[in-house]
């Protein structure tokens, strides 16, 4: 894997931390990112934001743990309410499904797809902003919220179904 993620020119962990099968996890390289966070974001969480990007790119980067360690904590510092945080909580339910289905989890894996599934379509629902500049504002959800229906549609999911968030804005 590359030695950095440079969308957001921080380090990629060490190693994917796998629960029960690796060692604890490279905190000393997530805490860089962790730092980015504010305590609250005003308004909307910023698309371009470096930790979100960073978090993002973890995920498809098949850090997966770490992708939802950082996610949630912008999730945390999201407005109350806001469509970002909607669009969040689909990432790391993505995030830890991956993470399932590395550990051969697979049932749990379909439930998490599932409530990822569920968030986006709640956010198909609320009004975005027009031209504006949060993270779920412009982010192609309805092309992820494809991806997830298509993997819930194959039955049993193995290893290989992970899902790279990244890919709904290359479609």
Known sequence: MASSFTGAHLALPR???????TAEAD???????????????????????????????????????????ILEAVWAAAPQGGRERILLRA?????????????????????LF??????LDELSVRKATAGGAGFADGFPSAALA?????????????EADWLDISAATRS
């Open 15 to 21: 190693w994917a931390h796998v629960p029960g099968e």
């Open 27 to 69: 905190h000393e390289t997530l805490a860089m990112a962790l730092a980015l966070v504010p305590a609250r974001f005003e308004g909307f969480v910023p698309a371009r934001h470096p930790a979100l990007r960073y978090g993002l790119g973890l995920n498809d980067a098949e850090f997966f743990w770490e992708s939802h360690e």
């Open 91 to 111: 990432c790391i339910q993505i995030a830890n499904a991956n993470l399932k289905l590395r550990m051969k989890k697979s049932h749990a894996a379909s439930r």
């Open 114 to 119: 599932g409530e990822a599934l569920t968030e």
């Open 146 to 158: 494809a991806g997830l229906r298509l993997r819930l549609s194959q039955g049993t999911l193995t």
